[in-house]
């Protein structure tokens, strides 16, 4: 029982064994996937000590897992700390090759990270911060067999999803982690069997060491590593040279974007850089690279740069462009090489190529201005304060165009000049000139521009800056020759296809909002961007679909009520206008979105100072509407829908329609429904009241205006709905009444007439002398008499079906003997019989309707009704019974036996419908319902 008590022998070898059992958990795991491969290439004392217990009794079987060994002769090894993490290392690297044999990449990605972070904890224990040469045999062994792989196409097609996947992870971390050890890799691959001398006999060294001086090393080592950071910072600034600057600024940029970097540190380093770079060229560079790493500590895509680094963005690239300015050497090329190692400084005047990109620095600081603008809620002074750092970029952007101009380069300033047009084209007079002084103020306040970050008080990020507009921007007068400039001098001669778009409809919408409609349309119809619209991006559409709806608000503030309803037919009648305004979402019943497309149209919206009204424009569409439709469904009561103008209205209308109780209008639709139906009736006064209690009018800036041309348009309107509506009432109308009625000049009621006369709306005609508009009774035309003729006989139908109808079920059984003469008179209900024939019927609505009765008693055979040249004794056919003039068999469509009269004598009836149908077709006259064709030879 020795064995159990063997881990209690000493303290020392039970806090040995437990250090052992906790540095080998994590080999435990990936142990067992290649355990069975060991098994089976060597014996080794684990299988014969795993044979041997499966046979033992007791105690023993129980310990067959454990770390102790089986054998009572074998005797636990005490090891140092750093052989304990060597065997680790060394451990791990042998599980890779094994993985490598079965060319299992997945379980190579893991072990990889386990083996970097066991290279970490065996590195304390070597000197001089070596790389052991078991690590860089691994990483070796690694690459070659990874570029093996890459060579061997058949291998990767077998390779499984995961796998694969697995693969090209491992060939990217691989590309960038043996970059570091690049020239020990190489040493090793020089004498790959040479042995580690050196790693002995540190070893041995290290065994004679105690902890307590292990302990102090490492913290030495780490007080030098400390230090060793902090260099640059302790210095004096006098101290440091050009070379120092230049390789702190390559370590920085290298060290940039890797995992565990700290950003904030980077900041902080490269702001400390700035005030010690030596000559301008050294200083841009730092400025740039600390405006890049400024951007990068942006939270997210969803998020955006907080306001006091955006700040400090701006003042840095203000600083790069006066060291441009005054150093006109310093060539600016985005394809230089910023990790170049340069040791001397450049002599002055020389031509210096640095790194770095002012446009695409101006981008981003007008998308993360962007981005704010749409998170801020705008009824907070945040947003208006926000708002407050637009003159400062109108500057900035301004300075970077001229700079650009100035060095010639045609790419990047038509992308300059289109985000200053994308600033200022939804910008009224009133709200420019707001700008131009608040822009000026700032000037005044500011006596230079704003110096770099100097201060160690804003080294934190979000910390407070304040930038103003430099004294030397002069911001244009005039909003107009502004745009003028940008868009035509230089978007449209060296500007791509969507910048020209986007260009073009910035220019329509500012036109549109200074109310010069037929300059904006002629732009529109020139550049056939409604052809071409559907095939470019997103953002360019809602740009688009924001220039027709000003277009339109353009049209009907002009009072062009067609103009205006075209254009905004369909931008209304989608119902998404939210959506293609970008203003909005509105989540349809039937349609569902996925998280991705909402994150992507929320990054889509605008901001709110953007905005059109959308109260606005529904009460502009649905009044232009109803002016154009009232007077159309007048002009066809019987059919509204006919020549239909507006979905849309018709749709509101008919809901508006159906409501049982139409209280007072609360919304814009109620208010112009209600305005329709007042126009319907010829109410102009009642209508226009309406219209005009629509709290939209308030946003117009010319209110009075446009009230007064709309109360012009509804009277005229209502002029002409009251002349389709009610003139077949008229034999005559009188001008002055119609003035009076209208309050129009006596001129307009002229005219508006005298065009629907020439189109043919209003079949009248002028009588000068009276002043009176005559109306001419037209003919009915050929269209209407056939649809008279149909009425009629449907009319003769319906009456048939009701006679035979009350024959079958014995409502009008003949009560007279058989064999009685019926010539005289009849005791029908209301019969009333015809002389000729021997047939009467009664008059319904206007219509006489002949029935042939029986007058000689039964029939021949079923009385065939044949009618010849003179009258035979038998019966005539039953009723519904259609005559041919030839003598063919009568018979009913309307009852099996109509051939013997009421009693049903005889065979059935041989007629069809089509022989009732020609008997209806020969009754004509204004007695439709005699028997024309009976010969004068029936009568008895």
């Known amino acids: 029982m020795s064995k159990f008590w063997g881990r209690d022998s000493s303290d020392e070898e039970e806090e040995e064994t437990t250090e052992e059992e906790s540095s080998s958990e994590e080999e435990t795991s990936n142990d067992d996937d290649s355990s069975s491969e060991e098994e089976s290439s060597s014996g080794s004392d684990s299988d014969s000590d795993s044979d041997s217990d499966s046979d033992d009794e007791g105690p023993n079987k129980f310990l067959a897992g454990s770390s102790d060994s089986d054998s009572d002769d074998d005797r636990r090894v005490v090891k140092s700390e750093k052989d304990k993490r060597m065997g680790e290392l060394a451990q791990t690297a042998e599980d890779i090759r094994n993985k490598i044999k079965i060319n299992d990449w997945s379980t190579i990605q893991e072990l990889f990270d386990i083996l970097n972070q066991r290279l970490e904890k065996t590195r304390k224990f070597l000197v001089g911060l070596t790389v052991p040469r078991v690590y860089l045999k691994c990483l070796i062994e690694l690459e070659d067999y990874l570029n093996e792989t890459l060579g061997n196409k058949d291998l990767k097609k077998k390779m499984s999803q995961t796998n694969a996947k697995a693969f090209n992870t491992m060939r990217q971390r691989l590309k960038k982690h043996n970059v570091n050890f690049a020239d020990q890799m190489a040493k090793v691959r020089e004498n790959p069997d040479e042995d580690d001398e050196e790693d002995a006999a540190e070893s041995a060294s290290s065994d004679s060491e105690s902890g307590d001086e292990r302990e102090q090393e490492d913290r030495k080592n780490q007080q030098q590593q400390q230090k060793a950071k902090d260099k640059l910072l302790t210095m004096d600034p006098k101290e440091i040279t050009y070379e120092m600057v230049a390789r702190k600024l390559r370590e920085i940029v290298v060290s940039r974007g890797r995992r565990g970097t700290d950003k904030q540190e980077q900041v902080e380093m490269l702001t400390y850089l700035v005030t010690v770079a030596r000559g301008p060229a050294q200083r841009f560079e730092v400025l740039a690279q600390l405006t890049s790493s400024l951007f990068d500590l942006n939270p997210g895509m969803m998020g955006h740069l907080q306001t006091g680094l955006w700040k400090k963005c701006v003042v840095n690239l203000l600083e790069m462009l006066r060291i441009l300015q005054d150093n006109p050497n310093i060539k600016v090329d985005e394809n230089a090489d910023a990790l170049e190692e340069r040791t001397e400084q450049p002599p002055d005047g020389a031509e210096v190529r640095v790194w770095g990109n002012v446009v695409a620095f101006v981008e981003r600081l007008d998308d993360e201005l962007f981005k704010s603008l749409q998170v801020i809620d705008p009824h907070t002074h945040e947003y208006m304060a926000r708002l407050r750092d637009e003159p400062v970029y109108l500057a900035l952007g301004t300075k970077v165009l001229e700079y650009l101009q100035r060095v010639g380069d045609m790419v990047g300033s038509p992308k300059v000049a289109l985000r200053l047009v994308e600033h200022l084209y939804y910008k009224t007079d009133t709200v420019y000139d707001a700008m131009r002084k608040l822009a000026m103020a700032q000037q005044q306040t500011a006596s230079a521009p704003a110096p770099a970050m100097e201060d160690g008080d804003e080294e934190e990020p979000g910390a ?44 329509i919408y500012h036109k549109a909002i200074h109310d010069d409609f037929h300059g904006a349309r002629d732009l529109l119809l020139m550049s056939h961007l409604q052809d071409s619209i559907q095939h470019m991006d997103v953002s360019t559409m809602i740009l688009y679909n924001r220039a027709m709806a000003q277009l339109g608000l353009a049209a009907f503030r002009a009072g062009l009520i067609h103009e205006a309803h075209a254009c905004l037919n369909e931008l209304y009648g989608s119902g998404h206008i939210k959506e293609l305004l970008a203003q909005g979402m509105s989540m349809g019943k039937y349609h569902e979105k996925t998280p991705e497309q909402e994150l992507a149209e929320k990054r889509r919206q605008m901001p709110f100072h953007m905005h059109i009204t959308l109260e606005l424009l529904e009460s502009a569409y649905l009044t ?15 059919n509204p829908k006919k020549k239909m103008i507006s979905k849309s209205f018709h749709r509101v209308w008919d ?134 003729q149909l009425a009629d006989k449907a009319a003769v139908i319906v ?78 056919g039953g009723r519904g019974g259609g005559y041919r003039r030839d003598g063919g068999m009568g018979g009913g469509s309307y009852g099996d036996r109509v051939g013997g009269g009421p009693r049903g004598y005889g065979r059935p009836g041989m007629g069809s419908n089509m022989s009732s149908m020609s008997a209806l077709g020969s009754l004509r006259g204004p007695s439709m319902g005699s028997r024309g064709d009976l010969r004068d030879s029936q009568r008895p």
């Open 464 to 507: 407070k800056v304040e930038v103003l507009v430099p004294s030397d921007y002069a911001m244009a007068e005039n909003c107009h020759e502004l745009m003028l400039s940008l868009v035509g001098g230089v978007i449209f001669k060296y500007g791509d296809e969507r910048t020209k778009a986007r260009a073009m409809m910035c220019y």
């Open 624 to 638: 232009c509407a109803m002016l154009l439709e009232v007077p159309n469904m007048a002009a066809n009561p019987l």
């Open 655 to 788: 809901t508006y329609a159906r409501q049982a109780f139409t209280g007072p209008p609360e919304n814009v639709r109620d208010h112009i429904m209600a305005a329709s139906r007042a126009l319907a009736q010829g109410d102009w006064a009642k209508s226009f009241n309406y219209l005009k209690s629509l709290n939209a009018w308030n946003l117009l800036p010319k209110k009075e205006q446009v009230l007064a041309m709309l109360k012009v348009k509804v009277q005229e309107e209502a002029v002409r709905t009251y002349l389709l509506s009610y003139s077949n009432q008229y034999a005559s109308l009188s001008l002055d009444q119609l003035a009076s009625m209208f309050e129009l000049p006596d001129k307009q009621i002229y005219s508006i007439a005298s065009k629907m006369m020439i189109a043919e709306e209003l079949p009248g005609s002028w009588d000068q002398p009276t002043r009176t508009i005559v109306m001419h009774s037209s003919e009915s035309s050929r269209v209407q008499r056939v649809a008279l």
């Open 799 to 876: 009456d048939l079906n009701e006679r035979a109808l009350a024959y079958r079920t014995g409502g009008l059984r003949d009560a007279d003997d058989e064999g009685g003469a019926m010539a005289g008179s009849s005791r029908r209900r209301g019969g009333q019989w015809d002389d000729e024939g021997g047939a009467g019927g009664r008059s319904r609505g206007g219509v006489k309707l002949g029935m042939v009765r029986n007058i000689g008693g039964r029939g021949d055979r079923g009385d065939r009704g044949s009618v010849r040249s003179g009258p035979r004794p038998g019966g005539m």
